[in-house]
């Protein structure tokens, strides 16, 4: 049901692990879903000089993590912040129609971490383009848990 | 990759065919094809294949065989006998009892019939996933015209108390069907000391092929067709008969049953060494179902902290057969409902594992999974955000 590249990317997943004094962390997901996704990002000179992350998830859950981790490493933050959940599919070769939910998590994940490190810089977090409809925080119901 | 070997330890969702049965078949494909409605020869030779079927199953049953009725499933039975006993008694009432650990087949039938005007009450389970015979007791009404209730749950084989639950059904003269697909060859049943008036069965859960079943109505009981047409099984169920597949099912269950404390002894004894195993080298893990009214063959165990599908593809790779209760694998959007019905948290609902042992397997099977399974666990929770905040040993208490 996976394409090889997600299988590469759970079986080798890259960039598994946290940052000692991270610049930004995102933490997305929630238990009862059976996803949480936390990234973490080194930023210097406005530039992704290291990112990574832990998850608790599904194959493509994991597989999405690591790519995306992958695709914004040695990217300005403009950049990063443009890299969709599409992308990260793409670039895994596709995911099931049910899985894309993770690869939104990774977009929202990137997103949030680089707007914890905006805020930590005293800047303005930037504003979704396109909020996706089931944030797993805010929601307090209906589609919470979109595998 | 192609040589890799394949422990397979998924017996609850199919067997394997076993030889004697391929072998039992074979006829019936070839030479033996005749319609068993036709009088020539070949025909009278597949009729008297289908007569020799359904007395292996009246055999294996304790019934009678003009009560066996062939099917092309589990799932066919299930809606057979809810829906066809449902339109039969609509007159005399309108309700209906089953449980929540159901299988699909029996949970989604009842919902249809629900939207049809019925009136489902689902009881509840205890935290071992077994029904309390007093609250079916309480739940019955005069408008009940069924009670529905599994004979072992395929996903944390709990063994339900089924003789109890019938007797129930038959001091109320309620009609009591039990889905009894995971039952057969694992626990004797006998329709009449157990008061059994329907039960489902399906020939692949016990070596047999898949797409044959039987759905047993005791005699006398009150029931609707399902499936309309020709006059086949004594014009009860239409569509010419598959005759292999009967013949099939016929010799498997005569295997099954033949010697069902062996069987289970040896079963039972790899199950535990597993489960043990399991449990010991790996920190942070709860049981699901009972720990003793429960499956030879079942295994089922939540790791906390990771995620079932992710343990499956590790294990997969690694040429291990499992399955797991986790919404990732069934494209929903809630984890097992059989687990959550016994009140584990949903969190851990999605680490959930099951093994089931069957014939196939081996001592150095179950040497392999226990050398597998905690490095797939460790490698997962060395990834997973939830394991360092959870301290040592602490619950799934993120958010």
Redesign the interface.
Known sequence: M?SDKV?DH??N?RN?GEIENPSGVG?VG?????????IYLKIENNVITDAK??????????ASSSMATELIRGKTLEEAWDISNKAVAEALEGLPP?KMHCSVLAEEGIHKAINDYRKKQGLEPWVEKNPHSHDHEEDGEGL???? | MGEKRIIYMDHSATTYVRQEVVDAMAPYHTENFGNPSSIYRIARASKKAIDTARAQVAQALGADADEIYFTSGGSESDNWAIKGIASANIRKGSHIITSQIEHHAVIHTCQYLEKEGFTVTYLPVDRYGLVDPADLEKAITDKTILISIMYANNEIGTIEPIAELGAIARNHKIPFHTDAVQAVGNVPIDVNAQNIDLLSLSAHKFYGPKGVGVLYIRKGTKIDNLIHGGGQERRRRAGTENIAGIVGLGKAIELATADIEGHNKKIQAMRDRLQKGIIATIPSTHLNGHPEKRLPGNINISFE??????ML??LD?EGICASTG????S?????SHVLLATGLP??IS?GSLRLTLGNINTDADVDFVLEVLPKVVTRLR?????Y?KSGKDGG?N??
Do not use: R
Request: proline residues 7%; charged residues 20%; negative net charge.
């Open positions: 996976y299988m759970f079986k997943p598994v933490e929630n238990p009862v879903c059976g996803d949480i996704m936390n992350f832990k998850t608790f998830g599904c194959g493509a859950a994991i049910v919470t848990c979109q595998h | 902290f990771i995620e079932g599908e992710s593809l590790w790779d986790s919404a990732c694998t494209g929903s959007l809630e984890p949903v969190e999605h060395d990834m997973s955000p939830l360092k799934c993120v958010q």
